[in-house]
């Protein structure tokens, strides 16, 4: 079997994860955690309640954790997919008047650092078509601002809402995409969608829109892993690489923190 890590008693760097409160959710929707609707496939039937469940996890977390001081977001393949909306609506909640009220536009309440792992975010013309429907995933994106009627079989919707939620959010707030060389887990999936089966368009898409969000956003991060692979529970293949245990610490690093260890250097520069 697969190895995981829920990285509960891990530390990355000098960041001890132990001392965080983790909220782990399942995977059993079959849409990517999006999803609104009851589908017969075969006649075999499909719940696609990932929106139900997400919700519903929010919600709990928004009533026992009402005043956190830093959020860490992950998630792998299907788990990473939806966590640029996750994130857009637990910053909503917790810093709406950061970023809609206060006059203070400087002023960040809740720190929210994120790292997805090899997730599935392209979505292929056919798909839009004909496929997502199936998920119906507007009313878990009603739930945002983003205007997702105005891009209607865009191939580039799922760029667009991560541009919409960084906009949202703050330049304090980290990101980082992980992913292989090569990942035939991804690119089966883009082609079952009606992507093609030519592996070199995935990657040059999957390039084109890492290199798009990195553009405009200076707090956007890539780590690309040499060779064929995927990924497991809690970020374990990417432990396992070098430099990534270093790249991940300043990810999730809080901004006081990571202000106070550049000031360190240029005193020894000095």
Sequence with gaps: GYSINFLCASTIGNIDLSEYNYITVPYCSQDTHLGDNSMSYNHASVYHHGAHNMVGVLN??????PNPSQIFLTGCSAGGSPLPIVYDLINDHYNDSHSKKSKN??????????????????????FLRYGIQNWNPWTILDKTSFQYDLYDYDVDIPTRFWQ??????????????????????????WQLMGGGMNGDTWNGELSKTLSTIQAEFSNVNVFQIEGEGHCTFGLEDALQ??????????????????????????????
């Design 60 to 65: 709990w977390i928004y009533e026992h954790f």
């Design 105 to 126: 536009k400087n002023k960040k309440e809740v720190n929210i650092n994120t790292i997805i792992d090899s997730a599935a975010i392209l979505t292929p013309e056919p």
């Design 164 to 189: 919409h939620a960084l906009r949202q959010g703050s330049t304090a707030d980290n990101w980082a995409f992980v992913t292989h060389e090569d990942d035939s887990i991804s690119m089966g999936y």
């Design 241 to 270: 690489v070098d430099g990534f245990e270093a790249f991940a610490e300043d990810i999730l690093m809080e901004p006081q923190l990571k202000e106070g260890k550049k000031k360190k250097k240029k005193k020894k520069k000095k």
